[in-house]
């Protein structure tokens, strides 16, 4: 297996958006509008950076149909979600971020995507052969994100918990809604990007675990929450580490 070369120069652009807006969030007051602003850098940037990845192996057809399905998809959970309390717990969305439909932010689903991609392709580069093994690991590593993302989040008033949860006031249920949520978004990849089709990638791989060591530092250092940093860096660093390993050993690189 070879690294996929394609589109270089673009898929540094949206990785380099997405460091530097990373890097500009803890100057400004949470919930301000600049905050509001680098979030949506944030994502746009990590959701652009997985579909070129995805152009770049499967060809453009796919990667629109991977792109409509997940966000699709995921856009539907969130309403069934923030409406019912299944299958995350009972939450809702503040009006900070927009546009919103039916009372979703749209940025939300494509954030789902934008992880959803190098969470799978980390599943992929450890070798496993069946595909329930990929989607296991594959949800759980999307879900090892939400231990950064969803206190982040809370602490920037985009959305609420009904009842707090044990940690950071999120519940259980949401990480038991977010492999749930996952494994459904992992078998829409499989379905949609065939696992023989394509050669190994090492973006989407060192995508993950650059999130999962800025993530750390940023509540190590700049938010002060060593709690969230300690769990998400549990959460995120030792499968990043396994990944990386194995995709040097496979690709020579």
């Known amino acids: 297996m070879t690294i996929n070369k394609s589109f270089p120069s673009a898929q540094r652009v949206c990785a380099a958006v997405t460091i530097a807006a990373m890097i500009a969030t803890p100057l400004y007051e949470r919930s301000s509008d600049e905050r509001v602003v680098l979030t949506h850098l944030v994502i746009g940037g990590m959701f652009a950076l997985s579909v070129l990845v995805v152009r770049a192996a499967w060809g453009i057809g796919r990667a629109v149909f991977a792109a409509f399905a997940v966000v699709g998809f995921t856009w539907l959970l969130e309403v069934v979600g923030s409406k019912t309390g299944f299958p995350f717990g009972s939450y809702g969305y503040s009006s900070l971020l927009r546009p919103q439909l039916a009372g979703v932010p749209l940025v939300v689903p494509f954030a789902w995507l934008a992880m959803a991609v190098p969470a799978r392709e980390v599943a992929r580069v450890l070798g496993l052969r069946t595909v329930w093994q990929r989607v296991l690991v594959g949800s759980m590593a999307l879900t090892a994100w939400d231990v950064f993302l969803d206190p982040q989040m809370v602490a920037e008033g985009y959305w609420r918990w009904a009842v707090d949860g044990w940690y950071r006031g999120i519940p259980l249920t949401n990480y038991v809604g977010w492999l749930i949520g996952g494994a459904v978004v992992?078998?829409?990849?499989?379905?949609?990007?065939?696992?023989?089709?394509?050669?190994?990638?090492?973006?989407?791989v060192?995508?993950?675990?650059?999130?999962?060591?800025?993530?750390?530092?940023?509540?190590?250092?700049?938010?002060?929450?060593?709690?969230?940093?300690?769990?998400?860096?549990?959460?995120?660093?030792?499968?990043?580490?396994?990944?990386?390993?194995?995709?040097r050993r496979t690709m020579n690189v």
């Open 206 to 247: 060192v995508h993950y675990a650059v999130v999962g060591v800025m993530e750390t530092v940023a509540f190590a250092i700049f938010f002060d929450d060593l709690v969230v940093a300690v769990a998400g860096a549990a959460a995120m660093l030792p499968i990043s580490v396994v990944a990386l390993s194995r995709l």
């Open 186 to 204: 992992m078998t829409i990849l499989e379905f949609v990007l065939p696992h023989r089709d394509s050669p190994l990638n090492a973006t989407p």
